[in-house]
T-cell receptor
């Protein structure tokens, strides 16, 4: 069974440029998460989807970050414009329902220069 | 306000010995606890979990202990192997998305 797939794995962009990350969750998982992981820290939730609905986006900086999950499967996380402080790993994860074990993708590593 | 705390940033253990990783939490509503393992340049991988109705869960070399009164859990790895060298994250939930600790870097020395 395929795990959570993310792309791109690595991205280097100049500040003020836009960037987008894509995620395909484990088949059948209705809950999808985007987490942010800074160096030396644990993952922190940005947004959680139940099917197509964003049910928890309180930690998403909405002035520059946006996310969508069309058709309740794949999801895209966008940053526009990127700032130097956005350099981090963006982790996508999925689960069957909330409160259960979540499974992570390999992450998208962003460097803003 | 950190709800899940891993107070030891790093731990070194000799191969064959026991590794004990600790985690404390503050939210009494947490009822499900997990450990994840992370290698460099990879995403976290689920290792083992425990529900608050239990105080111990075992899976091969890995055992998680939960002390609800102390709001403390620990992960025991016996015997430790060089391949266990990684960062271990404790996570907790209680009808909420998982909250993670900052991780403990385990080094198993051959």
């Amino acid at each position: 069974e395929a795990g959570v797939v993310q792309s791109p794995r690595y991205k280097i962009i100049e500040k003020k440029q836009p960037v987008a990350f894509w995620c395909n969750p484990i088949s059948g998982h209705n809950t999808l998460y985007w987490y942010l992981q800074n160096l030396g820290q644990g993952p922190e939730l940005l947004i959680r989807y139940e099917n197509e609905e964003a049910v928890d986006d309180s930690q998403l900086p909405k002035d520059r970050f946006s996310a969508e999950r069309l058709k309740g499967v794949d999801s895209t996380l966008k940053i526009q414009p990127a700032e130097l402080g956005d350099s981090a790993v963006y982790l996508c994860a999925s689960s069957w329902g909330s409160g259960n074990t979540i499974y992570f993708g390999e992450g998208s590593w962003l460097t803003v220069v | 306000d950190q709800q899940v705390k891993q107070n030891s940033p790093s731990l070194s253990v000799q191969e064959g010995r026991i590794s004990i990783l600790n985690c404390d939490y503050t939210n009494s509503m947490f009822d499900y606890f997990l450990w994840y393992k992370k290698y460099p340049a990879e995403g976290p991988t689920f290792l083992i979990s425990i529900s608050s109705i239990k105080d111990k869960n075992e899976d091969g070399r890995f055992t998680v202990f939960l002390n609800k009164s102390a709001k403390h859990l620990s992960l025991h790895i016996v015997p430790s192997q060089p391949g266990d060298s990684a960062v271990y994250f404790c996570a907790a939930s209680g009808n909420t998305p998982l909250v993670f600790g900052k991780g403990t870097r385990l080094s198993v020395i051959a």
